[in-house]
């Protein structure tokens, strides 16, 4: 086992060296699972705040997946050290920038986070607005289930199934009247099916007593106009 003291010394020389040349030979030679462990190890001796732009850029520029997945787990495992890089490249003009960073941001699932996720969802392009709406799903807090319905409550979003579907992964009971109001709604000729039956899967995960009487009104409901696709529905209250 190495002695303490040159273990210190060793790291006061490795963050000596610290910056993109350094950091493009680390991630070069990321190939396999062995590798990123060592090079994992060897990344978090540097100070985060001074690499933490440097990742970010690599993982920009990267077109190798599995390169891609290791860094963006690699900026996980930094934790709040990255928070300041990845909230400033939020701002970036190219999309999958953006996108990464809100993945990245939200893995942590930190409630003063949610602030940063909101302007997004309504983002011009629909793979970061979607993005954010997975994010506050992650963070489960008051505000994020608040701000979810109020989206889906406003006239025209672009993205109801996502927000649908987000608040049964946070499962928080405060959703149940909206997401009632959507499975049980009068609906003849099922032109929001696709929204009924993603609030049946909602209410099922949050599966309140509420939830279960709801269900059950949907399954003895009569139709006589498209039975055969109603019929879909009710047995999809039935499994929720």
């Keep these: 086992m190495t002695p303490p003291r ?9 963050a000596s060296l610290s910056g993109k040349p350094l950091i493009d030979l680390l991630i070069d030679n990321a190939s ?6 060592l090079i994992n190890r060897t990344i978090q001796e540097l100070p985060a705040e001074e690499i ?7 993982l920009s520029e990267e077109r190798d997946h599995k ?46 986070l949610v602030g940063v996720f909101i302007p ?27 701000t979810l319905i109020t989206q889906l409550e406003s006239p025209n979003y672009e993205f109801p199934n996502q927000i649908i579907l987000a608040l049964g992964a946070q499962a928080d009971s405060a959703a149940v009247p909206t997401l009632i109001k959507i499975a049980c709604q009068r609906d003849p000729f099922l032109n929001h099916k696709s929204q009924v039956r993603d609030a049946i899967m909602a209410l099922s995960e949050i599966g309140t ?3 279960s009487q709801a269900l059950i009104e949907l399954l ?14 009710r047995c999809q209250a039935a499994t929720a």
């Design 120 to 146: 997004f969802l309504d983002y011009p392009d629909g793979r970061v607005a979607k993005e954010a709406i997975r994010a506050l799903a992650r963070v489960k807090t008051t505000e994020a289930t608040q």
């Design 32 to 37: 396999d699972s062995h590798q990123q462990h």
């Design 209 to 211: 007593a509420e939830c």
């Design 220 to 233: 003895q409901r009569g139709k006589w106009v498209k039975r055969k696709q109603y019929n879909e529905i």
């Design 52 to 58: 933490g732009n440097l990742l970010i850029q690599r």
């Design 6 to 14: 040159y273990v210190r010394v060793l790291c006061q020389a490795l």
């Design 67 to 112: 390169l891609r997945k290791f860094l963006s787990q690699l900026l996980v495992t930094m934790g709040e050290a990255v928070f300041p890089h990845l909230i400033d490249s939020l701002d970036n003009e190219r999309w999958f920038v953006t996108r990464n960073a809100i993945t990245i941001l939200s893995e942590n699932r930190r409630p003063q």
